[in-house]
């Protein structure tokens, strides 16, 4: 982080220069940084044991219910906690509600990166079905909830 910022304090270009590399909107650093961060994790995925771990369900249900239908209205609440009590003076409405919007989005968007490294703790196959099963969430209901096409 303090590499980032150093760098944008001095090279104040960088952050359009790395914009300008994209390609359908999908940033390549980033995307390359991404892969680089979930790839070690990746690789320690046994799939035999995927399907024992399928013969108990609750870890999983547990975890698609507190992805789904727990995180997104704690996140609303915080969100509107924090910008239209606590921090109200200092917000419009509008941007307030702007910040809100934004957070909602972040609440409803288990990160599958951290879900990768977080499960890595973990020498289970249930890992391997937390993984599988956050990330189908994530395909399957990012764009009804949030009503976007990003994740």
Same mark, same amino acid.
């Given at each position: 982080?303090?590499?980032?910022?150093?760098?944008?304090?001095?090279?104040?270009?960088?952050?359009?220069?790395?914009?300008?590399?994209?390609? $359908?909107?999908?940033? &390549?650093?980033?995307?390359? !940084? +991404?892969?680089?961060?979930?790839?070690?994790? /990746? #690789?320690?995925?046994?799939?035999?044991?995927?399907?024992?771990?399928?013969?108990?369900?609750?870890?999983?249900?547990?975890?698609?219910?507190?992805n789904?239908?727990?995180?997104?209205?704690?996140?609303?609440?915080?969100?509107?906690?924090?910008?239209?009590?606590?921090?109200?003076?200092?917000?419009t409405?509008?941007? $307030?509600?702007?910040? &809100?919007?934004?957070?909602? !989005? +972040?609440?409803?968007?288990?990160?599958?990166? /951290? #879900?990768?490294?977080?499960?890595?703790?973990?020498?289970?196959?249930?890992?391997?079905?937390?993984?599988?099963?956050d990330?189908?969430?994530?395909?399957?209901?990012?764009?009804?909830?949030?009503?976007?096409?990003?994740?």
């Amino acid at each position: 982080m303090a590499v980032g910022i150093g760098l944008g304090a001095l090279l104040p270009q960088t952050a359009e220069v790395l914009n300008a590399m994209s390609i $359908a909107q999908v940033n &390549i650093p980033i995307a390359f !940084l +991404l892969f680089g961060m979930m790839y070690p994790i /990746m #690789v320690q995925i046994d799939f035999s044991e995927i399907v024992q771990a399928f013969r108990n369900p609750k870890p999983v249900a547990l975890t698609l219910i507190i992805n789904w239908g727990v995180k997104p209205f704690t996140m609303l609440f915080f969100a509107w906690l924090f910008f239209h009590v606590i921090w109200a003076p200092f917000f419009t409405f509008e941007e $307030a509600s702007s910040y &809100i919007a934004g957070l909602i !989005l +972040l609440g409803i968007a288990p990160c599958t990166a /951290m #879900v990768l490294v977080f499960m890595g703790a973990f020498v289970n196959p249930v890992r391997s079905v937390f993984y599988g099963s956050d990330t189908k969430a994530l395909l399957f209901n990012e764009v009804p909830v949030s009503g976007t096409g990003t994740a």
